[in-house]
C-alpha cells in the first residue's frame, strides 16, 4: 500500500477541509479521521475506476479477436457453400443427363422386346423347319 501522503499527492487540486500548505510532504496527522477515510475511498475509487477501464479494454480486445476469427471463418464457409452449390449443380445436370439417358434406353428395350415377341410370334405361324434341327427350333422360342 503506497504511504498517505504520497497518495495525496497523486490527487489533483486535493485540499483538506483544514487549511494549511498544499505540500506533498505535509504532516497528515493532523487529518481529520473523517478525511482520512474520504482520501482513501477517492483512491480506492479511482483504483477500481482504473482496473474496471482494463477489463473493459481486455475485453474489448477479446470481442475483437473473436470478431476476425468469425469473419475469416465466416469467409471459409461462404466459399465452401460457393463450391457446394456448383457441385450441386453439376450433379443435377448430370443426374437429368441420366435420367433422360435410362427414359431412351427402356424405351429401346421395349422395342426390341416388341421386335422379339413379333419374331417369335412369326417363328410360331411359320411352318417348322425341315430336318433334324427341329426340335432345337421350338426349344429356342421358349428361353
Known sequence: MVPLVNQASVLVGFRPSW????????????????ERRRLRRMISNRESARR????????????????????????????????????CLLL???????????SALCRRLADLRREVAL???????????????????WASLIV
Open 52 to 87: 474496471s477501464r482494463a477489463r473493459k479494454q481486455r475485453h474489448l480486445e477479446e470481442l475483437r479477436g473473436q470478431a476476425g476469427r468469425l469473419r475469416s471463418q465466416n469467409h471459409e464457409l461462404a466459399d465452401r457453400l460457393g463450391g457446394l452449390a456448383r457441385r
Open 92 to 102: 443435377r445436370q448430370d443426374n437429368d443427363r441420366l435420367r433422360a439417358e435410362a
Open 19 to 34: 487549511s494549511g500548505p498544499a505540500e506533498p510532504e505535509q504532516n497528515l496527522s493532523a487529518v481529520s479521521p473523517d
Open 119 to 137: 419374331c417369335q410370334f412369326h417363328r410360331l405361324v411359320a411352318p417348322p423347319p425341315l430336318g433334324a434341327h427341329h426340335e432345337l427350333a
